[in-house]
């Protein structure tokens, strides 16, 4: 019995991880429809911008968290407004092709920049600590740190676009851009802002990743494959859904490992197969 409390205690925690990677993607589908292929080699950026900063400063990953969220949220800004507002539209490829180039450049731009050598973002005895809950059953602090920013993220956004005029605007601009146009909302601006905090979200979910694994220039398509799970299971665009189904893509993936080391992540993808074949909405789409 402690085993499987246990492994759902585990699963639960790296769907945290998973939360961080998705929620971003979440937001940039359910403001823009927009469909980021290059979405984990942006997570895969930020874990470098990060090895950047404290290659020349020497501080510690959670020093240097803040100015690399800055650094994503200004290059999400910059490339919604320069270059994905002009492909948005009703047919959903010009984004897909635009983003999945980007993927391309950043993969072979990082390779050639730091070279195929994994690297890891040190923060010391963090990465080993751990917290006895009971005789066989031991939470990993750092995990537990992720878990609770990842509650932090989503809880923080679902306020922000319940209860600011930001808010309003993502959400009008969402429902209808023609309209909020007509009463003053700048959409081209509003849509830079929603890349920007998207951007700024993979930055964080970046780091964490760094500082709890090496992580080499190819590693980005891995982590678009489990956003992109967490937030067809949970519910496109919905942010507490997407959240929720990074969950359960964790404590599928645990169940999996249960069974042998080759079941763990085959189990993850098929739930997320049972869950297009039988709620393509997604377990907790607004739309389900």
Not at 56 to 68: A, E, K, M, R, S
Request: charged fraction near 10%; aromatic fraction near 10%; proline fraction near 3%.
């Amino acid at each position: 019995m402690l085993e499987w409390a246990n492994t759902l205690l585990q699963g639960i925690l790296t769907g945290g991880v998973y939360a961080l990677f998705a929620i971003g993607l979440s937001l940039a589908y359910g403001v823009m429809k927009l469909v980021n292929i290059a979405h984990g080699d942006f997570i895969a950026l930020a874990a470098y911008i990060a090895l950047l900063a404290m290659s020349g400063t020497g501080l510690n990953p959670f020093i240097i968290l803040p100015f690399v969220v800055v650094v994503m949220f200004g290059l999400g800004y910059l490339l919604q407004r320069t270059t994905l507002n002009r492909a948005l539209g009703h047919d959903i490829l010009p984004p897909l092709l635009i983003t999945f180039g980007m993927s391309v450049i950043i993969q072979n731009g990082l390779l050639e920049l730091f070279s195929a050598d994994a690297k890891v973002l040190p923060i010391g005895d963090l990465a080993t600590a751990s917290l006895n809950v009971a005789d066989e059953i031991t939470l990993g602090v750092f995990p537990l740190i992720t878990f609770i920013t990842a509650i932090a993220i989503t809880a923080g956004l679902s306020q922000l676009f319940k209860k600011t005029t930001l808010g309003i605007a993502l959400r009008a601009t969402s429902d209808d851009q023609g309209t909020a146009r007509l009463m003053g909302i700048k959409d081209l601006h509003i849509y830079g802002l929603a890349m920007g905090i998207a951007f700024a979200v993979m930055a964080v979910g970046g780091v964490f990743m760094g500082m709890k694994n090496s992580f080499t220039p190819d590693v980005g398509p891995q982590f678009l494959i489990y956003a992109f799970e967490s937030v067809v299971i949970g519910g496109m665009g919905s942010i507490w859904g997407t959240f929720a189904g990074a969950l359960l893509l964790g404590v599928a993936q645990g169940l999996g490992y249960m069974i042998g080391p080759g079941w763990g992540l085959l189990t993850g993808h098929l739930v997320f197969l049972a869950v297009l074949l039988f709620k393509p909405n997604g377990l907790f789409s607004r739309t389900s």
